[in-house]
C-alpha cells in the first residue's frame, strides 16, 4: 500500500475526471434512452396541457394523486442528497469526500424534477406567476412556493461552492486549449489559487450553508406535508404529518444517494475510491431511517386506530385490511422489512445486497407517497362510494421522464463537472488519521500515502 | 249490460254532484261570525321580568263584532319585508288563541327602523278571516345570526409577519453568503487571512 | 315554539298595549297613530302605531344583502330537479354537481336525501389556502372564485371539508357566445384547468330572482335566505322569517364542528310534521 504522491493525486484527477472524456456506446445508448423516456413525457404533457388535467386520470373524486406523489417523493429524495451531505460535512466524517458531489448533484436535480410536478401539476400552468404577483400568505402552496425556492437556492449554492477548486483544477488542465471550456471554467474558477485566505473562506462558506441547508431542508418537508396536513380531511389531518414526512424525506433520500453512488461507481469504475464501506455506512444510516420510519407510521396508525373515530374508520380499514392493503402491506414488507433484513444480515451486507434494498427502498417510498396522497381524497366526505385514481397512460409517461430525468441530467453534468470532489479528497489525503480508533482508517490508500503538500496550486 | 250499469252509476254520480254543487253556489252560506283581530307588540322579559335586549313578543287579540274572545284559533305572524324582489309576508310563527282570545309569538328584529307585523286569523266554519297590521319602531337588536368570527386574528397576523422575517432573513443570509463568497475568492483573498 | 311562547304568556302578563284595530284584509293599512308606549326599561322605543300607507314599508331598511342558504330536509323528495337546473343555468357538465343530492341513511337504517352546496362558509377553508386569492368572499358573504385568476392547483379541494367544489378536467360544455369570458358572479362558459363550484346564483339573486335550484324545487325543500332582511323564501313563494323558522326547527349546520361558520343551513328529519 505504498503510493507515491503524485501518483494518488493524479489517480484522484483522473477518477474524476473520468466521465468528462470520451463516452463509450454505452453512455450514448443510455443517454438515448433516457432522454427519449423524457421526450415520450414531454410528449405527454403538451397532450395534457391541451386535454386537460383528465387525460392523466384525475377527476373529481381523485383530484390528487400521482403528480402530488412525484412532487412529495422526488423532493424528498433531494432532501436525502443534500442532508447526508450537509451531515457528513459537519461532522467531519472524512469517508464523505467521494460521495459529497454525487450526493448534491443529486440533490439539485430531483429537486428540480420534484419541483417541474408542481408545475405540472397545476391545471393553468401559464397563470404560474400569479404565485410571485399575488401570493396569499395564508395558503400553504406559497409556503411550498417560497419554501422549495429557498431550497432550490441553497442546494445551488451547496453544490457550486465546493465545485470552484474543482473547476480550477479544469481551468489549469483546459488553459492552453482555445475553446469554450477554457473560457467557461476561467468565469467559474472565481481566480481560485488555492491560496489560505481563498481556503478558509471557501470552508467557512460550505460549513455556514451546510448549517442553514439543514433546517431549510427540515422546513421544506415539513411545508410540504402541510400542504396535506392542515387540511380537515381524514388521513391528512395529522399533526405527525411534518415529522413523518421529513423522515420519509431522509430515508427515500440516502436509499436515492446509494443507488447514484452505485450507478456512477459501476459506469465510471472509481471502485477505488467509492469502496464497500462507504455503502455500508449510508446502509446503515439508511436501516437507522428505515426503523425511525415504520416507528412514525406505527405511530400515526396507532393514534388514529385506537380511538377508531368515523372520520378515520373508513381509511384505516381501506387501509390495512381493504382495497388499498395489498400495497400498504407491500410497503411494509418491501420497503420496511427486507430493506432492514438485507442491510442487517451481514451476509446480504454487501455492495449489490444494499444496492437492492436501496431500490427497494425508494421505489416502496414513492408507493407509501401515493397511499398518503390517493385514499384521503378517495374517501367520501358525505356519503357514497370510493373514488379512486387511475393514472392514464399520459400521467405515466410523464412520470416516468422525471424518474429518467434525474440521471440523465446527472450523466450530463458530469460530463462537465467532476464527479469526485478533487479538492476534498486530496484534502482528506493530505491530513493525517489522528485517531485510528476505527477498526478501518478512513481512505486508506489516500492516508497511507501521507501526503503533506496541498495538492492544488 | 255491465257497460250500462256503469254509465248509470256514472250519470247519478255526476247528477248528484251537480246538484250538490248548485246548492253549495245558490243557498245562501251559513255567514261565519266576523272578527276582529288586533295585533300589537310588547317587549320580551326574561324570567325576571326585565326585558330583553332587542326581544319582542307579537300579541294579537281574536274577537267577535261583540267582543267575545275567540278561543282556540290559530293566528299567523308575519313581517313584512323587501326580498327577492317583491314586498313578501315572511312567516314569523303561528300560535293558537287562548281563553281570553289572545295568540303571542316571539319576535326578534335584526335590524332596526320600522318593521311592519301582519296577524292573520284564517277562516274557518265558524269565524270569518281578519287580518292586521301593526308598524313597530325598533332601535336596538340583537342578531340572532351567530357572529362571524375570526379566532386567533392577532396571532396569525404576528406569525405571518415572522415567518415572512425569517424567510427574508434565510435569503439574505444565502444571498450574502454566496456574494461573500465569490467575491472574496475572486479578490484572492490574501487580505482575508485567518484570524485565529 | 309556539308552544314556548304561549307558556310565556299564561305565565306572566304581557307588558306593553295590547290595543290596536281590526282591518278586513292585512295588506290594507289604516292610518291609526298609536300612543308610543315606551318601555324605558329596556331602553327600547316600542311604537304601536299603523303608520300605515306606503310610506311605513318604504322605511324598512334596504341594506345590502347577506346570503344565506336553508334546505329542508323533510321536504327533500330526491328528484334533483334541483341539480338538472344548476346545470343548465350555468352551462356544466354532467359530472360538475353544485348541488348534489345525497342518498343518506340514518340511524334507523331509514334512507333519506341531503342536498349538498356550497356552504358558503363565513370561515372558508378554500379561501384560506388558495395561493393566489382567486377564491374569495364577496360582500353578501357569498364565497366566489375568479376562475380567471385560478391557477387550478386544487388545493382547495382538498380543503373543502363538504366536496363542494369542481374541477374543469377538460373542455367545458359550450355556452351561449354572449357569455365569452367567465365572472366570478356568473362563471359561464367555465373555463379548463379552474375550479367551479355554487355561486348561491348571485346573478340571480342581485336582480331580484330566485336561484336556479330553489326555483327548479317543486317540494319547496330549497330556500334562499337573507340574513340582513332575515327572510328565507322558496320555490313555492312561501317566505318565513329566517331567524325563527332556523330556531323552531332546530336547524343545524352541516360539519359546523369544523369551524367554517356555513351559510348553509339545514333542518333535519325526513318524514316529520310539516308544521311549524
Sequence with gaps: MVHDRTVVLEDVREAALRPMGRSGWRFWALAGVLAL????????????????????????????????????????????????????????????????????????????????????????????????????????????????????????????????????????????????????YGALSLNWRGKPG????????????????????????SVLSWAFAVNSRPGWDSTIFAPYFVVAALFSGVAMVILVVAGFRKAYHLERYIEPKHFRYLAFLMLTLDLLYLYFTFTELLTEGYTLNEQVTPILTQLLAGQYAPFFW???????????????????????????????????????????????????????????????????????????????????????????????????????????TMSEPAVPELVTAGVVERGIR | MKLLTKLAVALVLVLGSLMLLAETVTAAPVQPDPTGLSVTTAPRLDPKGHPMAGQYLVVATLKTADGTAVENQPVSFYEQVQFIGQMRDALIGTATTDSTGTAVVAYQPVQTGVHTLVAHSAASAQYAQSATTSTLQVS????????????????????????????????????????????????????????? | MADGVNRSVTERPIVGPTRGRSVLSRRRFLGVVGATAGTAVAGVALAE????????????????????????????????????????????????????????????????????????????????????????????????????????????????????????????????????????????????????KCILCVHNTDVGKLPACVDACSMGALYIADLDADAAVNGLGETVKFSEFLQANDAIRYKEELGTQPRVYYILGHGQDLSF
Excluded at chain 1, 93 to 111: D, H, N, Y
Design chain 2, 140 to 196: 336596538q337588536v340583537v342578531s340572532p345570526f351567530p357572529a362571524v368570527i375570526e379566532p386567533l386574528a392577532s396571532v396569525r397576523a404576528a406569525l405571518t409577519i415572522g415567518v415572512a422575517l425569517v424567510v427574508i432573513v434565510v435569503w439574505a443570509f444565502l444571498i450574502g453568503l454566496a456574494v461573500r463568497a465569490i467575491t472574496g475568492i475572486r479578490a484572492g483573498s490574501e487580505a482575508m487571512q485567518p484570524v485565529e
Design chain 1, 37 to 184: 423516456v423524457v421526450v415520450v413525457g414531454a410528449g405527454a404533457y403538451v397532450y395534457q396541457l391541451i386535454g386537460g388535467l383528465g387525460t392523466a386520470g384525475y377527476y373529481d373524486r381523485g383530484f390528487w394523486g400521482i403528480y402530488e406523489a412525484n412532487l412529495v417523493a422526488f423532493i424528498g429524495v433531494s432532501y436525502g442528497g443534500a442532508l447526508v451531505s450537509a451531515i457528513l460535512r459537519l461532522t467531519q466524517a472524512r469517508w464523505r469526500a467521494p460521495i459529497t458531489r454525487l450526493a448534491e448533484a443529486m440533490a439539485v436535480f430531483s429537486l428540480l424534477v420534484g419541483a417541474a410536478f408542481a408545475v405540472i401539476h397545476l391545471g393553468r400552468p401559464d397563470r404560474m406567476w400569479e404565485l410571485v404577483t399575488r401570493p396569499q400568505a395564508s395558503s400553504p402552496i406559497v409556503w411550498d412556493f417560497v419554501a422549495v425556492m429557498t431550497y432550490l437556492v441553497a442546494t445551488l449554492v451547496f453544490l457550486s461552492l465546493p465545485l470552484i477548486p474543482d473547476v480550477a483544477v479544469l481551468r489549469d488542465r483546459f488553459s492552453g486549449t482555445a475553446g469554450w471550456r477554457r473560457r467557461l
Design chain 3, 49 to 196: 302605531s299603523g303608520l300605515a300607507s306606503a310610506g311605513a314599508t318604504a322605511a324598512t331598511p334596504a341594506a345590502a344583502h347577506q346570503w344565506a342558504f336553508m334546505v329542508d330536509l323533510r321536504r327533500c323528495d330526491g328528484c334533483q330537479k334541483c341539480t338538472q337546473a344548476c346545470q343548465q343555468e350555468h352551462y356544466l357538465a354532467k359530472e360538475q354537481t353544485w348541488i348534489k343530492v345525497y342518498t343518506m341513511t340514518n340511524t334507523d337504517g331509514e334512507q333519506y336525501f341531503m342536498p349538498r352546496l356550497c356552504m358558503h362558509c363565513q370561515n372558508p377553508p378554500c379561501l384560506r389556502v388558495c395561493p393566489v386569492g382567486a377564491t374569495f368572499k364577496n360582500p353578501e358573504g357569498v364565497v366566489l372564485v375568479d376562475q380567471t385568476k385560478c391557477i387550478g392547483c386544487r388545493a382547495c379541494m382538498a380543503a373543502c371539508p363538504y366536496e363542494a367544489r369542481y374541477f374543469n378536467w377538460g373542455p367545458p360544455p359550450a355556452a351561449p357566445t354572449l357569455a365569452s369570458q367567465p365572472m366570478p358572479e356568473f362563471p359561464v362558459p367555465q373555463l379548463q384547468g379552474t375550479v367551479g
Design chain 1, 330 to 436: 407491500l410497503f411494509v414488507v418491501g420497503a420496511g422489512i427486507v430493506p432492514l433484513l438485507l442491510v442487517a444480515l451481514p451476509r446480504t451486507r454487501t455492495v449489490p445486497g444494499i444496492v437492492t434494498a436501496s431500490a427497494l427502498v425508494v421505489a416502496g417510498m414513492w408507493l407509501k407517497r401515493l397511499l398518503i396522497v390517493v385514499p384521503a381524497v378517495a374517501a367520501p366526505l358525505i356519503s357514497g362510494d370510493w373514488g379512486s385514481f387511475r393514472p392514464t397512460w399520459v400521467a405515466l409517461s410523464i412520470t416516468l421522464a422525471g424518474a429518467a430525468a434525474i440521471p440523465l441530467l446527472l450523466m450530463i453534468f458530469f460530463k462537465f463537472f467532476p464527479i469526485l470532489s478533487i479538492y476534498e479528497m486530496e484534502e482528506m489525503a493530505a491530513e493525517p488519521v489522528l485517531e485510528p
Design chain 1, 198 to 221: 481563498q481556503r478558509r473562506l471557501l470552508e467557512q462558506s460550505v460549513t455556514a450553508v451546510a448549517i442553514l441547508i439543514i433546517p431549510i431542508a427540515v422546513l421544506v418537508h
